[in-house]
């Protein structure tokens, strides 16, 4: 697929963390579509990529993206119709190989001397935990949210790696 947006997010859900949900500059992708509905009273839900695909494999050619935010489901546990798997996905037992899956196919439609955002929730699953099932080490990163438990880790795509 030919592609000229230099962003990818490869599993954008509603695009909660985008201030521009519809930025000219991203490719949007998610493995689902759901219509925009009211889940609680004046609170909305809605998912609706621009490309319907698995973040495991991805319709695009190596390195086409300079920048790639990837923030894959991160919960074990959520109930078949809940809100939070409705806005977040959920993960299966097989959750490992999903995320380093994930992960190398991100880290191949990613340009040398480009940059990978990876965030995760450690609510159900600890950043050392995941961190195992991943084959390269972040730059940097930073804690987030109420109880701290929102990591985002930059990674860089440095020459030959």
Known sequence: MDNQKPILDPCCGSKMFWFDKNNPLVTFCDNREVEKHEYYPNCYLEIKPDIL???????FADETFWHIVFDPPHLKWAGKKSIMREKYGALDATWPELIHEGFNECWR????????????????????ELLKHIDKKPLYGHRSGKGMNTHWLAFFKGEGK
């Open 53 to 59: 695909c698995d973040f495991r494999h991805l319709p």
């Open 109 to 128: 439609v990613l340009k040398t001397n480009g940059t990978l955002i990876f965030k995760w929730s450690s609510i159900q699953i600890p950043l050392s």
